[in-house]
């Protein structure tokens, strides 16, 4: 059963930092892009960004807001996948959901972006 | 920058066929996703590939694509089916993925 678990959500405030964590099972980590959505509190889904396997070159893609200040990496020894979140703004705040890109997804961690 | 234009709402009564679109310029070329999201929680797909169905996903979704729309088509719409429904594609530049605004369904 493929799994998708986030972690590392919480408060935070504005210029702060964060780091996301997603630990994968149940499929071939190293063999998958991953990519990372969020969703800001009554608000549509956003696409982050994504980080491809190192087979497809390992490449990294983001969104323009967030373009610069998050960083997309994965250690595929661990199975898990990282979003590391800088001068964060407010908003910023969202569920963060980390996804295979089409079929599974995890349940989302918060992260709010506060004075 | 990339969008996609879903109507902000659809409104059926249970029985009756629902239908979602969706534009964009580059789906001509670029496969559109479904994705399904009730209250609290997180995304399914729903359609992939402009027409493909997951497993465990009832028949009376589909999906189809021409031109620069993609429309998913909820056949015999039933109140569990009420949710709200983003539409996802890539960026004719293949780097980008972008979602629509999502269509809040309402069967009643």
């Known amino acids: 059963e493929v799994q998708l678990v986030e972690s590392g959500g919480g408060l935070v405030k504005p210029g702060g930092s964060l780091r996301l964590s997603c630990a994968a099972s149940g499929f071939t980590f190293s063999n998958a892009s991953m990519t990372w959505v969020r969703q800001a509190p009554g608000k549509g889904l956003e696409w982050v960004g994504r980080?491809?396997?190192?087979?497809?070159?390992?490449?990294?893609d983001y969104a323009a807001p967030v373009k610069g200040r998050f960083t997309i990496s994965r250690d595929d020894s661990k199975n898990t996948l990282y979003l590391q979140m800088n001068s964060l703004k407010t908003e910023d705040t969202a569920v963060y959901y980390c996804t295979t890109g089409v079929h599974y997804w995890g349940q989302g961690t918060l992260v709010t972006v506060s004075s | 920058s990339y969008e996609l234009t879903q109507p902000p709402s659809v409104s059926v009564s249970p029985g009756q066929t629902a239908r979602i679109t969706c534009s964009g310029d580059?789906?001509?070329?670029?496969?559109a996703y479904w994705y399904q999201q009730k209250s609290g929680q997180a995304p399914v797909v729903v359609i992939y590939e402009d027409s493909k169905r997951p497993s465990g996903i009832p028949e009376r979704f589909s999906g189809s694509s021409s031109g620069t729309m993609a429309t998913l088509t909820i056949s015999g719409a039933q109140v569990e089916d009420e949710a709200d429904y983003y539409c996802c594609s890539t960026a004719s530049s293949g780097n980008l993925v972008v979602f629509g605004g999502g269509t809040k369904l309402t069967v009643l």
């Open positions: 580059a789906l001509p070329k670029k496969y």
């Open positions: 980080i491809k396997s190192k087979t497809d070159g390992g490449t990294t």
